[in-house]
């Protein structure tokens, strides 16, 4: 829906002061879910691993429990896949957005305006 | 409103891809609204002079427009104001954080409740 729109909203979210959730862990998150890999996620972001790592580590630590299992070995020689929080953070936040853009057109619009008197 | 949560939501606008607006430049709009002066702005929020004249300078190209002009001598010694262009994006970006806020009200419910779960 915003695909169209040259602008695009992204939320961030702070807890006690403290970056909690953004559109970078998000991405994140999303990738994990679907490539079922950090190190493949992180790749695709063009972030080095240790980044993703510690992007996954901060979640962690924030939420109080892990949001990514990770399994070694196996046929599939190991991967990732989000926790029952990891993608329920994943979905609030994605929801959070779509709600946040569909409050926010007219403004939306009003700022398209003042870019294109350019 | 938001004062009494320990969580806040903040938006970032991206036009065609690049980071436009932001908490950072809205509150720097808003103390040089507040205390008319780039430099007293940018001490308030301990950010060097540079960068808040680099944030202002990034607005201008942004929009096309100065958000902020400057006054030199006289009296007071100089100081700087939004432009109407300026007051208008405070005003447009403050307008769509508190719908936003409005918007997610449940979620950020749902969030506090996943943190306090830890």
Redesign the interface.
């Given at each position: 829906m915003s695909g169209r729109r040259?602008?695009?909203?992204?939320?961030?979210?702070?807890?006690?002061?403290i970056s909690?959730l953004?559109?970078g862990k998000i991405d994140l998150l999303e990738r994990i879910d679907r490539l079922g890999s950090i190190s493949a996620a992180a790749r695709d972001m063009g972030m080095s691993y240790r980044r993703a790592w510690l992007l996954v580590s901060h979640l962690k630590e924030?939420?109080?429990?892990p949001v990514v299992e990770t399994s070694h070995g196996g046929k599939s020689g190991g991967g990732a896949r989000l926790t029952p929080?990891g993608a329920?953070?994943l979905d609030?936040y994605r929801?959070?957005e779509d709600?946040?853009r569909?409050?926010?057109t007219a403004?939306?619009a009003?700022?398209e305006r003042?870019?294109a008197?350019?």
């Open positions: 040259s602008i695009a909203v992204s939320l961030k979210i702070k807890h006690d002061g909690i953004g559109p924030s939420f109080g429990k929080l329920k953070i609030l929801v959070m709600k946040a569909q409050a926010t403004e939306v009003e700022l003042l870019l008197d350019n």
